[in-house]
């Protein structure tokens, strides 16, 4: 059976359900990379120009991951769009062409175009055609198109309930916070926050304490866009638009006790956006804000050290307010 590898980084937080179910119903065996570690970040870093962000880096460490690993192909898609009038960063638009450039020795890429601003039905069309290298049957490429569409909305679905990736994906036997008196938002990119090594096992660390973790992804989009609907201009980054327009939703209807916001170092639309967001934590002053720096250079000790004057805030504000 032919086996297509998948690199556990990047957009797999967000469409990892979606992609395994068309490959699947497709009869092609899918191959994940390892969890993320040192030594992905290590491989990572050797093959990466020194300019690149820290998620990137771990992507090229889950590449050369799955070519030691035997694959037939690496399915790495250029996405550019995923909703009209907004765009990922530059990285992910290159993406296949970094990944063939810095990683030496790859399997053949599964490289398709995803640019729903251009055309918004345009996803099905490249979907038919990057099937038909497996398959001829038509009714066999349909039936494969609808469950990945159907295992998309299901997956969602339970993001919307409380649910974060990596609960979902990297630990689904993990008993999900209830009831808990204390909610801590956590923001960034889905790339960092949910994975456990980048974001030092953050939102377990934050449960252990008692806290309830919101993200992103537990949000509508009615409510990111309420977030964003009062800024001058329009935010046309989608991940910044989410992580804003979420930081912005919950600071006005101050439904978190904290939040604690993960910024890749060298990410050029972070800097920007954390910055708004920052500014205007600052001037409400009502819900108090931890920002933490991502890069192979940062350790788990000063990170946990702050963390821990963070949550002392938190709960000493908490005592303070009732
Ligand atoms: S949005 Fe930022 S962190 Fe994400 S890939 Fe682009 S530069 Fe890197």
């Known amino acids: 059976m032919v086996k297509i590898g998948i690199p556990r980084a990047l957009l797999y937080y967000t469409y990892y359900p979606a992609w395994k179910k068309f490959f699947e119903t497709l009869g092609v065996q899918v191959v994940l990379s390892g ?36 694959v037939d192909y690496i399915f790495c898609p250029r996405v550019i769009s ?34 729903l601003h251009k055309k918004a039905d345009d996803l099905p069309r490249q979907l038919y055609r990057l099937a038909r290298r497996f398959t001829m049957n038509p009714f066999k490429i349909r039936k494969s198109i609808a469950a990945a569409w159907k295992e998309e909305q299901a997956y969602a679905g ?20 209830q009831n808990r ?32 973790v919101i993200t992103s992804e537990m949000l509508t989009e009615e409510e990111v866009l309420q977030g964003v609907s009062r800024l001058e201009k329009d935010i ?18 101050r439904e978190v006790d904290g939040v604690i916001i993960l910024v890749s170092f060298g990410c050029g639309p972070d800097s920007l956006i954390v910055d708004l967001i920052e500014r205007s934590y600052k001037r409400a002053g009502t819900i108090p804000l931890l920002k933490i720096t991502l890069d192979e250079h940062t350790g788990d000790a000063g990170v946990l050290t702050r963390l821990e004057a963070f949550m002392d805030l938190v709960q000493w504000r908490d005592v303070k307010c009732r």
């Open 35 to 70: 969890t993320t570690s040192k030594t992905t970040l290590d491989a990572g870093i050797r093959a990466a120009v020194d300019e690149t962000c820290l998620p990137v880096k771990v992507f090229l460490g889950h590449l050369i991951d799955l070519k030691e690993k035997g």
């Open 236 to 253: 046309f980054w989608t991940f910044g638009k989410e992580i804003l327009g979420t930081a912005n939703y919950l600071l006005e209807k």
């Open 158 to 177: 339970r993001l919307r309930q409380g649910y974060t990736p990596y609960d979902l994906l990297e630990n689904p036997a993990a008993a999900r916070a």
């Open 181 to 212: 008196n204390m909610k801590i938002a956590v923001l960034g990119h889905t790339y960092n926050i949910n994975d456990p090594f980048l974001s030092m096992n953050l939102f377990e660390r934050l449960r252990s304490q008692g806290a309830e």
């Open 82 to 115: 995923v909703e009209p009038k907004r765009y990922l960063c530059p990285k992910f638009l290159g993406l296949p062409n970094m990944a063939l450039h810095l990683v030496k020795g790859l399997p053949p890429l599964l490289d398709m175009e995803v640019n």
